[in-house]
């Protein structure tokens, strides 16, 4: 079992800068793989970053790469998501959430392939 609870979340300025942090509870956090999705009104979730379980391999969406950074340690069983050149367009809820299956990688998650997820935070851009 494994228990996700983000933080850092606010309302900022396009152009600004915000760190999102993922706090797992657990023994096994250093497992699985952890994904960041986002909810905006009245849209679906959509995936965001990805990192693999030992933090070798990362994956972003086409809308964020190169202005967001997903990272890990394992040590503190936290993940962040250091979101850099903000848009209005990234306002969402922002949930992290941890694979299905443990040892497992994906390239093209989706929402249902993921097996635990916390509360998800409040990023407000204004542009």
């Known amino acids: 079992q494994v228990q996700l609870v983000e933080s850092g979340g606010g309302s900022v300025q396009g152009g600004d800068s915000l760190r999102l942090s993922c706090a797992a509870s657990g023994r096994t956090f250093s497992t699985y793989a952890m994904y960041w999705f986002r909810q905006a009104p009245g849209k679906e979730r959509d995936f965001v970053a990805g990192?693999?379980?030992?933090?070798?391999?990362?994956v972003y969406a086409d809308s964020v790469k190169g202005r967001f950074t997903i990272s890990r340690d394992n040590a503190k069983n936290t993940v962040y998501l250091q979101m850099n050149s903000l848009k209005a367009e990234d306002t969402a809820v922002y949930y992290c959430?941890?694979?299905?299956?443990?040892?497992?990688?994906?390239?093209?998650?989706?929402?249902?392939?993921?097996?635990?997820w916390g509360k998800g935070t409040l990023v407000t851009v204004s542009s």
């Open positions: 990192i693999k379980a030992s933090g070798a391999s990362t």
């Open positions: 959430a941890a694979d299905g299956l443990r040892f497992f990688w994906r390239t093209h998650p989706i929402s249902r392939d993921m097996g635990y």
